[in-house]
């Protein structure tokens, strides 16, 4: 049985890191779901530049490890005179790195989208980007709620590699706690149970949204 004595006696820390972890994670969904968003337009644009664009940078991304995205913020800008915190480095690069795995989910909805659709639209005297704002974004949105559920549930628990740069997140303070305690198996016992309360919920919610839309037709 885990000591919880140890989760008592550090609770302070415990909730700490939590509540980093739900703000990085947060900022970085908000972030990743905007970029995302716009990569995913110029993935499917026919101006060869911006397409050129979105489609280096979802490659680039998506082939890298995450924790290489996060040293470039949190150890190559100083070397140009950027210097960026633990947190703000392990946030900016989770947006980032998650942002080309939205952009494909949402560029799959766009493309499942009726090109009549758009047609109509655009001979209706609507501009191209009022098009996919109006039209064909909230649809292809809503075809992919699954695929996106999946990258924010991947996001917060990609948010641990925050720990690694000393970002202030729940596996940094956990860390802390099992150097302290040396009682590593129950530390992070009480970890995951800290995350599965972030991520569970985010799995019913994003389950309840599904069928409610099924239902919507």
Do not use: C, H
């Amino acid at each position: 049985m885990p000591d919880f004595s140890i989760l008592t006696e550090y609770f302070d820390v415990y909730l700490e890191g939590f509540l980093n972890t739900i703000y990085a994670s947060v900022l970085a969904l908000l972030g990743s779901f905007a970029l995302g968003t716009v990569l995913a337009v110029f993935r499917i644009s026919s101006v060869k530049p911006l397409q050129w664009l979105g489609t280096v940078y979802v490659e680039f991304i998506r082939n890298i490890p995450l924790l290489l995205v996060v040293y470039l913020f949190y150890l190559s800008l100083p070397t140009i005179g950027i210097t960026l915190n633990g947190f703000v480095s392990g946030t900016i690069g989770l947006t980032v790195y998650t942002a080309a795995f939205i952009a494909e989910a949402i560029r799959a909805g766009i493309l499942s989208v009726s090109k009549g659709q758009s047609e109509a639209a655009l001979s209706s005297g609507l501009t191209y980007v009022q098009t996919m704002r109006y039209v064909v974004l909230p649809q292809a949105i809503k075809i992919v709620i699954p695929p996106l559920s999946n990258q924010f549930i991947n996001l917060v628990k990609n948010s641990s590699v925050l720990s690694v740069i000393a970002g202030l997140d729940l596996m940094y303070f956990g860390d802390r706690v099992a150097s302290k305690t040396y009682a590593t198996f129950d530390t992070y016992i009480f970890i995951a149970v800290f995350y599965l309360a972030l991520t569970l919920p985010l799995s019913y919610a994003a389950l309840r949204l599904e069928r409610r839309l099924a239902k919507q037709g």
